[in-house]
């Protein structure tokens, strides 16, 4: 099974009707095994070794509180104990597969908000403390849920937040004041406007990735115009024959200059996988996913096998906002990933019997 992370919730339908398959082997493969939390991992394991790892009852009480809440040093050489014989990692970098990649460099683009976005921030988050306090059960988490919505998209651009229309392609003017306005009213697509020109000065090419249809409108037509070139813009409602037609023309060394695409936005969800656009060298993530295994495969739309320059990852954070909170959220949960899934499986056989007999009897009390 590929993109094994597909059937990391064990209670979709998708997961059970994949684990009823009758087979003598099974092998999962995947970037992510963890994407947000350890009952993922069980679930993988629950299809490639059924009940090894217990019930998922017993694998949350025995490590995954342990390990995610308690950070239990203990508890998580335990489970990696146990997962380590099943399992083969490989990285980008590691010597013994001989990639030879070049370097991916990640960086934090740090923005302060506007004025306009600093005080329709406030009035937002001042609004939801008044609303929660006389709010119960779904309807308290509905509101909280629509709210961070709506910070988030402020923090890319006030229009999206007020819908308000995003002018059309004609009648956008390079250089007017109504262009000036639009772009100054947002710190980030001012940033990024700046930053895109001079890769574009340098002639190298970019992938910019972004969760809002809106904004990604927005950013094609600000592109589009300031660099008076073609933008491509693809999110899930792209026909595949589009898509397929639109990833040909941005690897494309062969076009005309003024038919040549360098500048490729994408869904984050629709553009995240399975496509290969070696020839961007810089990676832009405007928006922050709450999960860092979503973020990481989207850069690797450029940096994976093909890819003979180095890559330039720059990530967006409006500072004092909830980007900031996301962003220490994300941290941890890539060391979670890290912690738990390490790199060699050469330990194995360096295990004494007794050793061994413990690793396979350490779970003899887990299926509560």
Not at 208 to 216: A, K, S, V
């Amino acid at each position: 099974m590929d993109e094994a992370q597909n059937i990391k919730n064990a209670q979709t339908k998708q997961s059970t009707a994949v684990k009823s398959f009758p087979a003598k082997h099974r092998v999962a493969l995947t970037g992510t095994p963890i994407e947000n939390r350890l009952s993922e991992l069980w679930s993988i394991y629950d299809f490639i070794t059924p009940s090894y790892l217990g019930t998922a009852r017993g694998f949350q009480h025995r490590f995954s509180h342990a390990i995610e809440k308690e950070h239990n040093a203990e508890r998580t050489a335990d489970l990696q104990k146990l997962i380590k014989p099943f399992m083969l990692r490989r990285k980008k970098k590691d010597a013994n597969i001989q990639l030879d990649l070049p370097d991916k460099n990640e960086m934090k683009t740090y923005v302060n908000l506007t004025v306009e976005q600093g005080a329709l921030y406030d009035q937002i988050v001042n609004d939801l403390i008044k609303r929660v306090q006389t709010l119960e059960g779904m309807e308290r988490k509905g509101a909280i849920l629509a709210v961070l919505t709506k910070l988030k998209q402020l923090c890319d651009h006030p229009m999206l937040m007020t819908k308000e229309p995003i002018p059309s392609m004609a009648a956008a003017v390079p250089g007017s004041l109504e262009m000036e306005t639009l772009i100054s009213r947002s710190s980030k697509l001012e940033r990024l406007l700046a930053m895109v020109k001079e890769l574009r000065e340098e002639g190298d090419r970019c992938l910019i990735f972004t969760q809002y249809i809106g904004m990604g409108l927005l950013l094609q037509l600000v592109l589009g115009q300031e660099l008076q070139e073609p933008i491509l813009y693809l999110n899930g409602s792209t026909p595949k024959n589009t898509r397929d037609r639109m990833i040909e023309q941005f690897q494309s060394n062969e076009l005309p200059s003024n038919e040549q695409p360098n500048v490729f936005i994408l869904s984050l969800k629709a553009g995240g996988i399975g496509l290969n656009l070696t020839a961007a060298t810089h990676v832009f993530h405007f928006d922050r996913w709450w999960n860092p295994a979503v973020e990481n495969q989207a850069t690797d739309r450029a940096y994976r096998i093909g890819q003979t320059r180095d890559v330039q990852v720059h990530k967006f954070i409006s500072l004092g906002t909830l980007e900031e909170r996301i962003d220490e959220m994300l941290e941890d949960k890539q060391q979670l990933s890290e912690n738990v899934i390490s790199s060699s499986e050469g330990w194995i056989t360096e295990l004494s019997t007794d050793a061994l007999k413990e690793l396979f009897t350490l779970r003899s009390d887990w299926n509560g």
